[in-house]
């Protein structure tokens, strides 16, 4: 099954700044998603990025505050804007795998000080 | 409503008894999958098992099975003779296929924290 190397792994930050997360898949996908998990919460989708096509966004979540690149079938990128404490979260990428199966980063640990 | 229910918030497991994780999950859409994850205190996720609504039998993959029972929505995780290795938070999930427009991203429940004592 296919690798997703995610990266930064965890970065210290301060509000107002943006950080951009990135994931690189060792195989060609079609879709990736991005996931949110906040502290002690469960997983809660961003947005589905197609490769040549804007990113569809989940109720809640809007472009301005998370853009997505997806330049081709292998890498994508999520920007967190403007942060601020409540932005601290785990952030995962995600892409399905053969029939049945999702493949997740390694997920990035963001800490909004 | 929620689409993925997880009513137990935590458990505490004797090494190498079995442990069954709840789930429950609410879909009109005919054509669903039903996964279930494991999150160690690292952050990752580990997909564990997957069971499709029209699957027959009950998915199983070494130690982990799933209890599906269709028409009660419902989707246990059965881990047999546990390990202390298996402490971890554990996420069942739901991918609606029809609803969904296609390869759509997991809806999650909230989790289960197991905990397994020596």
């Known amino acids: 099954s296919a690798v997703i190397s995610q990266k930064p792994s965890r970065d210290i930050c301060q509000r107002g700044t943006s950080l951009t997360i990135q994931c690189q898949v060792d195989s060609q996908v079609t879709m990736m998603f991005w996931y949110r998990q906040q502290p002690g919460q469960s997983l809660t989708l961003i947005a589905t990025a197609n490769q040549g096509s804007e990113a569809t966004y989940e109720s809640g979540f809007v472009i301005d505050k998370f853009p997505i690149s997806r330049p081709n079938l292998t890498f994508s990128t999520l920007t967190v804007s403007n942060m601020s404490p409540e932005d601290s979260s785990i952030y995962l990428c995600?892409?399905?795998?053969?029939?049945?199966?999702?493949?997740f980063g390694s997920g990035t640990r963001l800490t909004v000080v | 409503a929620q689409k993925i229910t997880q009513t137990q918030p935590g458990m505490f497991v004797q090494e190498k008894e079995a442990v069954t994780l709840d789930c429950t999950y609410d879909?009109?859409?005919?054509?669903?999958?039903l996964f279930w994850y494991k999150q160690p205190s690292s952050g990752e996720m580990i997909f564990l098992i997957y069971?499709?609504?029209?699957?027959?039998q009950n998915a199983t993959e070494g130690r982990y099975s799933l209890n599906f029972q269709k028409a009660r929505k419902s989707a246990n995780l059965v881990i047999s003779a546990s390990q202390l290795g298996d402490s971890a938070m554990y996420f069942c999930?739901?991918?609606?296929?029809?609803?969904?427009?296609?390869?759509?991203?997991?809806?999650f429940g909230k989790g289960t924290h197991l905990i397994i004592q020596p």
């Open positions: 879909t009109s859409d005919p054509s669903y999958g």
């Open positions: 999930a739901m991918r609606e296929i029809y609803s969904g427009g296609g390869a759509d991203g997991l809806t």
């Open positions: 995600s892409s399905p795998q053969g029939n049945y199966g999702y493949t």
């Open positions: 069971q499709g609504s029209y699957d027959q």
